[in-house]
């Protein structure tokens, strides 16, 4: 007895597209060509140009992009801005981490003490910047006089060595909230008994954050590496608002570099510079994505 013949199946419908999802995408679409999209495609055309910003212009060709890697002002801006990525992001990293233990600890007053610690995130950085400039220029140099430290007599902020070093402060003070709380989220999901079953065998404080805690949020930790190394690449209003680059140009950053093309005559030059810049914040930006998304997996 043959089988009894079955329907053919029915074409799937397309489904529709509710018109409130382009009355939302296309003005943002919109929005975001016009205000980002075709200012940066016209900075990488004018890099390949001689423009100092109005007026007429040619074409130069890779003359830009090849001056760049001989420009000693150029050079030293990355440099600084590399090393202060670098060491910005250890010490952010390394201090986040201890309080984010402290915090999601057995405490009391846990609650206080987190609000209190997120205080510096919602703070704009040029308040943040022109507060400890004060401090810097009165209130540490009256501290080195009473304590008699020819250090800390005179501001920081003019011996290039010290000024980087508050620059660094001041820059982690700002940025410790935002990974502290990477860190608390990856913590908190670390489930209790695990902890106690390391206790139970014998395992000290040390030995359980090196073997449980390190392990369990080392994504976090690369997540918060890569966010914090792209962010302080950018280090603009900070830097502003303590020393302006100084003294000297000891603490010019990348950014300040490229907008210092829109006054000084060299748009074009600086634009060449903001397309490497570009680049290097790109490749950042993929790898962040494949990260976080790789932990988004687990």
Do not use: C, H
Not at 136 to 144: Q, V
Not at 145 to 163: H, Y
Not at 269 to 298: D, E, H, P, S, W
């Amino acid at each position: 007895m043959s089988p009894p013949a079955q329907d053919p199946p029915r074409p799937r419908r397309k489904r529709r597209v509710d018109p409130t999802f382009y009355l939302f995408l296309i003005p943002t679409l919109l929005v975001f060509t016009l205000a980002v999209t075709v200012p940066a495609v016209m900075g990488i055309v004018y890099s390949f140009t001689n423009s100092i910003g109005f007026g007429d212009f040619e074409f130069v060709g890779l003359n830009n992009y090849l001056a760049l890697f001989s420009d000693p002002s150029i050079l030293s801006a990355y440099a600084f801005t590399l090393g202060f990525s670098l060491v910005t992001v250890l010490l952010v990293n390394a201090l986040s981490l201890a309080l984010a233990i402290g915090l999601t600890a057995k405490i009391k007053f846990k609650a206080a003490l987190r609000a209190v610690y997120v205080v510096p995130m919602v703070v704009s950085g040029i308040i943040i910047a022109y507060v400890f400039q004060f401090l810097f220029y009165n209130s540490l140099p009256a501290l080195g006089e009473a304590l008699g430290s020819k250090v800390l007599s005179a501001s920081i902020l003019t011996k290039p060595d010290l000024a980087r070093t508050g620059i660094v402060v001041v820059t982690a003070w700002q940025a410790i909230p935002s990974s502290m709380l990477v860190f608390m989220a990856g913590l908190l999901a670390i489930p209790g008994d695990i902890y106690e079953a390391a206790s139970i065998d014998g395992a000290s404080a040390w030995q359980r954050f090196r073997g449980i805690t390190l392990p369990l949020i080392a994504g976090y930790l690369m997540i918060n590496t890569i966010i914090g190394f792209k962010n302080f690449l950018n280090a603009y209003d900070i830097i502003v608002g303590l020393t302006d680059g100084g003294p000297g140009t000891a603490t010019y950053s990348i950014a300040m570099r490229i907008f210092s093309g829109f006054d000084g005559g060299d748009y074009a030059y600086q634009m060449a510079n903001a397309t490497v810049f570009f680049a290097i914040a790109v490749v950042l930006a993929l790898l962040q994505l494949r990260l976080t998304r790789g932990k988004a997996a687990l």
